[in-house]
């Protein structure tokens, strides 16, 4: 399995980005995939979820800016984000969980990150 994130960038406080990420490899399902972000000397935090069911979940801090979305038929999930703010700036990691293959099963997986940077 690898997951190939991209859409990152430099961008003015207020602007949008979109993020994708596309899940590629031989696999039956994903439940749940989704981002996470991590900041200069903070901690990784997730953002955003989407799960097999369509149930989605937000940090408190980007809750009514940033919209999480799947294509199961892509393997894919995005993240639009708008009303961007500097500190938004990180780097943000798409990762994938419950994967089912046809000879085993992948808790997690991580995919790479692509930088956002948020000017003010």
């Known amino acids: 399995v690898q997951l190939q994130a991209s859409g990152g960038g430099l961008v003015q406080a207020g602007g949008s980005l979109r993020l994708s990420c596309v899940a590629s490899g031989t696999f039956f399902s994903i439940n749940v995939m989704g981002w996470y972000r991590q900041a200069p000397g903070k901690q990784r935090e997730s953002v955003a979820t989407?799960?097999?069911?369509?149930?989605?979940t937000y940090a408190d801090s980007v809750k009514g800016r940033f919209t999480i979305s799947r294509d199961n038929t892509k393997n894919t999930v995005y993240l639009q984000m708008n009303s961007l703010k500097p500190k938004d700036t990180a780097i943000y990691y798409c990762f994938a969980a419950g994967i089912h293959t046809r000879t085993t099963y992948i808790p997690w997986f991580w995919g790479q990150g692509t930088q956002v940077t948020v000017s003010s």
């Open positions: 989407f799960t097999s069911g369509d149930s989605t």
